[in-house]
């Protein structure tokens, strides 16, 4: 199983102890295909934007039960000030989005921001927009999703490759995940059916990509993992020089 992006997991993770939900470890380290260590670090993450923004609330563990969790809950539907600004510094800290993304997503969680802290809520906002830096990938949420959906879809694809030499460069490539890794999103899947060598992609090295209208079979999008997505990327990293393997 594919394993969830860092920033999308912790997300889901805040939120669901926000909402009192009870977190237990070896359950959601497998949901999300990461290990017990990833797992500590997330909720430490967690820990720590909770304790800068001097809230009183804390991630407790629970060994009753065995579970992690926060001990008041979401009842009123609203977002309040201190999960807006958590979800909003997340978002910034990963700086995976265009500044028009951001401001989007921002905006977006305003409209439901508690009514009692709204001046607060506008004020933060206007102040990690203005701080927040472009990663200078593009259109990535359009990318992000269209990729996605061929993904979804086992579709195979022909990616058209950036080229600072002006030159086209088509690569048929058959999807299987999209995995973030140091900070950057890669693209995974394989150029050959018969050759199941799994393949990465930086996402801002796509200039775009067209559907082939064709489908590869399901049991090779079932025989990636996210393990060896992982240890595939992190092989990527320390060959700066290459732009796919």
Same mark, same amino acid.
């Given at each position: 199983?594919?394993?969830?992006?860092?920033?999308?997991? %912790?997300?889901?993770?805040? =939120?669901?102890?926000?909402?009192?939900?009870?977190?237990?470890?070896?359950?959601?380290?497998? &949901?999300?295909?990461?290990?017990?260590?990833?797992? +500590?670090?997330?909720? !430490?993450?967690?820990?720590?934007?909770?304790? =800068? =923004?001097?809230?009183?609330?804390? /991630?407790?563990?629970?060994?009753?039960?065995?579970? #992690?969790?926060?001990?008041?809950?979401?009842?009123?539907?609203?977002?309040?000030?201190?999960?807006?600004?958590?979800? %909003?510094?997340?978002?910034?800290?990963? !700086?995976?989005?265009?500044?028009?993304?951001?401001?989007?997503?921002?905006?977006?969680?305003?409209?439901?921001?508690?009514?009692?802290?709204?001046?607060?809520?506008?004020?933060?906002?206007?102040?990690? %927009?203005? !701080?927040? $830096?472009?990663?200078?990938?593009?259109?990535?949420?359009?990318?992000?999703? +269209?990729?996605? @959906?061929?993904?979804?879809?086992?579709?195979?694809?022909?990616? =058209?490759?950036?080229?600072?030499?002006?030159?086209? @460069?088509?690569?048929?490539?058959?999807?299987?995940?999209? $995995?973030?890794?140091?900070?950057?999103? #890669?693209?995974?899947? #394989?150029?050959?059916? $018969? &050759?199941?060598?799994?393949?990465?992609?930086?996402?801002?090295?796509?200039?775009?990509?067209? /559907?082939?209208?064709?489908?590869?079979?399901?049991?090779?999008? !079932?025989?990636?993992? #996210?393990?060896?997505?992982?240890?595939?990327?992190?092989?990527?990293?320390? @060959?700066? +020089? &290459? @732009?796919?393997?």
């Amino acid at each position: 199983m594919a394993g969830t992006d860092m920033a999308t997991r %912790i997300l889901k993770l805040y =939120e669901s102890l926000g909402r009192g939900k009870e977190i237990r470890k070896a359950s959601f380290c497998v &949901e999300h295909g990461i290990d017990k260590r990833t797992f +500590d670090r997330d909720i !430490q993450k967690i820990r720590l934007f909770l304790s =800068e =923004e001097y809230s009183g609330r804390e /991630v407790q563990y629970r060994p009753d039960r065995e579970c #992690y969790q926060i001990s008041d809950s979401w009842e009123n539907g609203e977002v309040s000030f201190l999960e807006l600004a958590i979800i %909003i510094k997340i978002l910034k800290s990963e !700086q995976a989005l265009e500044r028009h993304e951001f401001e989007g997503i921002v905006n977006s969680l305003m409209s439901v921001a508690e009514k009692g802290k709204r001046e607060e809520a506008q004020e933060l906002v206007r102040r990690e %927009i203005g !701080q927040y $830096e472009e990663p200078g990938w593009g259109a990535f949420l359009k990318l992000f999703g +269209d990729l996605l @959906k061929c993904i979804s879809d086992r579709d195979i694809i022909w990616l =058209e490759m950036k080229n600072p030499g002006n030159e086209k @460069k088509r690569i048929k490539f058959f999807p299987v995940a999209v $995995e973030f890794q140091g900070g950057r999103f #890669y693209l995974l899947g #394989y150029q050959s059916q $018969e &050759e199941r060598r799994l393949a990465a992609f930086l996402l801002d090295e796509i200039e775009s990509f067209r /559907v082939d209208f064709q489908k590869y079979k399901e049991e090779m999008a !079932q025989g990636y993992t #996210y393990r060896e997505g992982k240890r595939l990327l992190e092989n990527y990293r320390g @060959k700066a +020089d &290459e @732009k796919h393997f």
